[in-house]
DNA sequence: GAGCACTGC
């Protein structure tokens, strides 16, 4: 390939008609952390605070938003970056009075924003955290029968409706970041309205200047995008906007399509690293392979550049990456050196590069899709898409974080306008068979409720398909006694099945450690293309034969063993050592906390164990995992028993190639072929006693 | 023989 680092530049970028840009989201809210410990902070510190409040593009508003939250039982709230109404609005709302009956809340899709949040609105009013200002997220909660304003997770608030169906705690709700349309969010905005209309007309009833009754205020916030929509679907809304603070990224859109964009985005680096000044280069790639290949390419031809130019340092970051790869991106740029941070869409909303200046875009990424299947279950799939318009603004505004900025699109600025403005809701592209079974535990149907975007139809039966199998609903979508029981589980009824089917196996113990690992965010096992070998080695120790559900009850048993007699360092070491992520040993051993203390209230005895048995645990959780059963072939690869589908045990399993004749599976994901993920060997005979158990019902 | 990113209870 010939590539001169003064050669002819190939993409030939033309400037962008809009100059100046603002991005659309903030990915940290907040600002840094603040002391939130002691009850107040020095007085110069609180003055500085006060200052920065008060020059907030949102500050000069103030009375005219008080004002129209005042006049409007729902308000939309756009406001881009910087603007500080997630921070601002609330306290504004405290100080006018309109919560007087109750608390403010305001919901955020992430834990560490609405901790991170209630911090620094502590720190504004002065108070300490936990007082008038608190949170509520799973696990960590700060709050007293003085808190005000408390900022929460919308699974926490989801959760809330169950025991309070009318969320009569709070007088104002306020959704933070909308836009994302995450299934809780969607689910909670379907709620709010009926709550409101309920709420408010009892009011109505009694006339005015009473004030015994509880009425409800809801503000909807969001990015500008899809705005109106929140406004259609809140009927009698009022939609004002909030101006935002960004620096200006100038936007090169290429001028013809690019076949090969990792090609692209290399000579596009070089260009950048030859004719522009110092700053560096982020450049958004869809997955793993694409970086590494890039990597490859961009370190040859920067090993032949002229010694009096500035050398390059390449970055690759993706989530898979061990954790002390992804932090070189944070370190101080060495002198005289551009660093090129090859990264996928983690860079795009969870982690903030410093120093970036250019950011080269593909227009790509990987997308997960769930393809719900009407015999049940169905399948993910994991396949390279053209990003939306609202990730290409946001992937853009992640040069202009400190300075102005320059973004090249590997894509015309008519593919630009070709791409969809924002994000299929998520509620339209996963498995819904948690949120329809925690609904039926209120009474309601995901069927009849008005959601803002209605999810298919097989979606929807697939889900009914799915608790049925599992014995939570009955064939009238009633829910039994059983499908309560997994409700109560802070879990996919798959595998709250699995526990409660652990109670007559006498395995409690062993399903608990399980699937804890199993619903833990991280990922327990770090890969690692360099140290493929040792990887491998470290892994045999774990291996059991009965498949992948065992073979993580070795490393959480041995885990144990470490950190009931090593202190911290050498827990780490160990870890570290083996290839696994101790963040997931440790998330798991929360979240089994929590499932000891439901098992404890279900009457379940959570420290039964089975010791070194291993079909007990294997039953109780194919009786979770009853719709993910294959039989092998004669050719070697999988056929489901309930669906038609033909799977192969991804290569990551411990029974791939062992052609075990029947196994269970905790996924599949469709990426080149359809693979069954999280593989563990049951005998046929089970299958039969599984049968024989849906005929009784 | 293969791994977008999250997030929540």
Redesign the pocket.
């Known amino acids: 390939m010939p590539m001169r680092a003064n050669g002819p530049l190939p993409n030939g970028y033309h400037n962008s008609s809009s100059p100046a840009f603002n991005s659309t989201k903030t990915p940290k809210k907040g600002g840094p952390p603040l002391p939130t410990s002691s009850s107040s902070i020095s007085s110069s510190k609180h003055a500085l605070l006060q200052e920065q409040r008060s020059e907030l593009p949102i500050a000069k508003g103030k009375d005219a938003l008080i004002h129209e939250f005042r006049e409007h039982d729902v308000t939309v709230l756009l406001g881009e970056t910087g603007s500080g109404k997630t921070t601002q609005v609330p306290q504004y709302l405290l100080e006018s009075g309109l919560a007087r009956n109750g608390m403010i809340a305001v919901t955020q899709?992430?834990?560490?924003a609405a901790t991170s949040l209630a911090g620094r609105v502590a720190a504004e009013q002065n108070v300490a955290l936990g007082s008038s200002v608190g949170y509520s997220?799973?696990?960590d909660e700060r709050f007293s029968s003085q808190t005000r304003i408390k900022y929460m997770?919308d699974?926490?608030i989801v959760?809330e409706l169950m025991s309070d169906p009318s969320l009569s705690k709070y007088s104002i709700i306020i959704v933070d970041e909308a836009h994302e349309r995450s299934l809780?969010t969607d689910i909670l905005i379907a709620n709010l309205k009926t709550i409101q209309q309920r709420r408010n007309k009892s009011q109505d009833a009694k006339g005015k200047g009473k004030d015994t009754s509880n009425p409800l205020k809801i503000i909807i916030m969001s990015a500008t995008l899809d705005a109106e929509k929140f406004g259609r679907f809140f009927t009698g809304s009022k939609i004002l906007y909030v101006q935002g603070r960004q620096h200006p990224v100038k936007i090169y859109h290429s001028s013809q399509g690019q076949v090969d964009y990792v090609d692209s985005a290399m000579r596009t680096f070089f260009q950048i690293h030859t004719d522009y000044p110092p700053g560096d280069v982020l450049i958004f790639l869809?997955?793993?392979?694409d970086i590494e290949s890039l990597e490859k390419t961009i370190q040859i031809y920067a090993n032949q550049l002229p010694h009096d130019r500035m050398s390059v340092l390449i970055c690759p970051m993706?989530?898979?990456q061990a954790a002390g790869q992804n932090s070189k991106v944070f370190l101080a740029t060495p002198p005289n050196t551009r660093k090129c941070i090859l990264a996928?869409?983690?860079a795009e909303t969870?982690i903030t590069i410093p120093g970036v200046k250019y950011v080269i875009d593909t227009g790509k990424?990987?997308?997960?899709r769930y393809l719900a299947r009407n015999t049940g279950g169905g399948f993910d799939t994991?396949l390279t898409r053209d990003i939306t318009q609202s990730s290409a603004m946001q992937r853009a505004g992640r040069a202009g974080r400190e300075g102005a900025g320059h973004c090249f699109r590997l894509y015309t600025e008519d593919a630009f306008k070709a791409m969809p403005l924002s994000a299929e809701p998520e509620i339209m592209r996963c498995s819904l068979s948690?949120s329809l079974l925690q609904l039926k535990c209120i009474g309601q149907d995901l069927e009849t409720l008005e959601l803002m975007d209605q999810p298919a139809e097989e979606s929807m039966k697939s889900s009914l398909i799915v608790l049925y199998l599992l014995g939570a609903l009955n064939l009238q979508k009633e829910i039994t006694a059983l499908g309560r029981q997994m409700a109560a589980f802070?879990?996919?009824p798959i595998y709250a099945r699995a526990i409660i089917a652990s109670k007559e196996y006498g395995c409690t113990q062993e399903v608990l450690d399980i699937v804890s690992i199993l619903?833990a965010?991280s990922k327990l096992f770090i890969?690692s293309?360099e140290q493929?070998e040792a990887v491998s080695e470290a892994r045999k120790k774990f291996r059991h034969v009965c498949g992948d559900h065992l073979t993580i009850l070795n490393v959480v048993k041995a885990y144990q063993e470490i950190a009931y007699s090593e202190a911290k360092g050498s827990r780490k070491e160990w870890c570290r050592r083996h290839f696994l992520n101790e963040r997931a040993l440790l998330e798991a051993s929360d979240i089994r906390d929590q499932l000891r203390q439901t098992c404890q209230r279900l009457g379940i005895d959570h420290s039964v164990s089975c010791g070194d048995k291993d079909d007990p645990v294997t039953f109780s959780l194919g009786h979770g995992l009853v719709m993910n059963i294959a039989l092998l072939q004669p050719d070697g690869t999988y056929k489901q028993t309930i669906g038609q589908s033909i799977v192969k045990i991804?290569?990551?399993s411990v029974l791939c190639d062992k052609k075990i004749p029947a196994i269970i599976y905790d996924e599949l994901?469709y990426?080149?072929q359809i693979?069954a993920r999280g593989v563990s060997r049951i005998p046929k005979s089970f299958i039969v006693t599984l049968g024989a158990l849906k005929q009784q019902r």
């Open positions: 899709p992430r834990k560490v997220v799973r696990f997770t699974g926490m959760r809780r869809p997955g793993q392979e993706y989530a898979a996928t869409n983690i969870s990424c990987k997308e997960k994991l948690s802070p879990l996919e619903s965010s890969e293309s493929r991804h290569p990551s994901v990426t080149n693979y």
